[in-house]
DNA sequence: CTGAAAGCGCTTACAG
DNA sequence: CTGAAAGCGCTTACAG
């Protein structure tokens, strides 16, 4: 380890008192300039670096922000970390990273860790379940932000994508297309976006007064699981001219299985998605999709904790998505 | 933030001492059961959490890991952490991330920062200029383990992907298909990796015997530097009759610059990359690529760090890579 | 098995 | 402007 410097060695070195060292270097205004400078050259020199932890311990403060998420891995995450670390960075705050890997029932025993550790908490729990357990221990103590989380806690600040009103969207641009059996690959049921995604989607088509019946197939956001529905939906009497998949990664299982069967693309049926991951304007055809801009949700959610005031009633905030119309989709000259 | 329970609020419940508490809690073994058990519910009933900046302060342990990287978003370090996360998940370990944001001049900043925050350092530093100032930085302190890093400094562990030896097995595989005229578009000029990917394709290229000249041309692993140099060497005469680009990214680059020409692949002009991102598989045709088995390196070097004893010679490991064919490359019917 | 006390490395009123 | 001292919340020898 080699014996670490420590502010008694700076203090020793500078003839001054630890208290003097302290606020030298902390930019107190109370400190003579010759002093300062004197003390801030000999720390230089011996490569003083505080000890977070004591310092943390005295101070009160950590400069340090915890993000509590269900799962590091893939994209999403990593977009999402990329808009939250932008912000810290500005602020100079350092993050603390913790996953609960998709097991709800550890998101607790993640939360709770952060004691002492963090000055405010990053959070996102898709869990429908989970909730309130979890509200109950976001207001024990800590400034907190949940992203795209269902609570009913009052007094949390909160900040989700629109699922709701992005899926509307979706199906009225596939109402205004001209389809009419539309049909919806559904994502895992105890996941509070994939909810709020069917919940849109069953609105539009109540909205578009074709009446049009609800169609939902069980899916689960993974590929394999769009492929499963891809293969269910060409099996069915008549088929759908539509399909809306809740995210991107089911819409591309669902588009091999319609390619592998040799269905056109929008000819035959039309696909849609959900997030606007990279891959959806490689593929074959490119795919329409709602984008969310998830670097964004981050960024703002990090924004929230740190500049909103804590009192007051907070109001949920939403982030809106964006339509994008690709190859996938396209208006039917035979529309009715 | 809500007054937080602290250990004298278990220890005056109780009616023990603190010292006792934190023995009860620690799992010590000299502690009566009943007391035990008594403090245990105690501390449960009370939401007690053990306030980590003083434990740390205290017992000179964080219990976490610190991981310095030159970036954070991206697929690549996406799939580092989550190898970096399992083994730090099966520890009980906690990770504590620091991007440099490509700066540097900012990493040793956010070396100094990690103290008294970490018991140990996992660090990534690509860039050649930067190697020996970081050993420097590292020697006066943490453990640590350099990933995919260029250092001379002694006594440091160490663990890279086996760049070299995976550009010289791709070279082979294109000589043993036939081709000759390899051109190589390079990664950018202070990067250790792409400088290593270089030094395999000159050496296999002078191993083969065929006196074929290295054939260079300047990237810096972006698709848009693997577009300009796909057009560029499309502009030549002869043109090559194979490209091996030293990441994926700019092999995916270069073929849509050969898409856009009308080249056929790998029929006029055959195309290969390096890291073998997801992304390889789907595009058309197929790329053949290097796997690098990005969780793996994260993981290893995570045990490296935990496991490995810290005195002794450490000698640098190499992880190796694996030779990915799809369709962008193919036997010569016409090979010489 | 348990407690009193020292100490981890800082920061911050409180005096001067 | 500066220092002595208390204190942050723990852990851990040291006694008993």
Redesign the interface.
Known sequence: ??D?VTIKDVAKRANVSVATVSRALNGHVNVADAVRRRVVSIADEL?Y?????????SSRR?QTVGVVLPD????F???L??GI?GVA?ERGL??????Y?GHPEEQVAAL??M???VDGLLVMSPYVASADQLGEHLA???PSVLMNSHTSTPGCRALSVDNHGGARAMVRHLVGCGYRRIAFIAGPQDNFEAHERLRGYRDALAEAGHDAQPWVVDGDFSEASGHHAGHLLLSQSPRPDAVFAANDMMALGCLFAFNQAGVDIPGDIALAGFDDI??AR???PALTTMRVNIPDLGARAMRLLLDAPESGTPVPEQLATELIVRDSTRARSDSS
């Not at 670096?49 to 311990?57: D, G, K, N």
Request: aromatic share 4%; proline share 4%; charged share 20%.
């Open positions: 380890m080699g670490a490569r670096t505080p000890h977070h932890a004591a310092r943390s311990l950590t590091l891995h893939g994209e995450f990593s977009e970390m990329r670390d960075r350092h993050l603390l990273v913790s996953s890997h709770r860790a004691r002492g550790r024990s103590g800590l990279p891959l490689y593929v074959h």
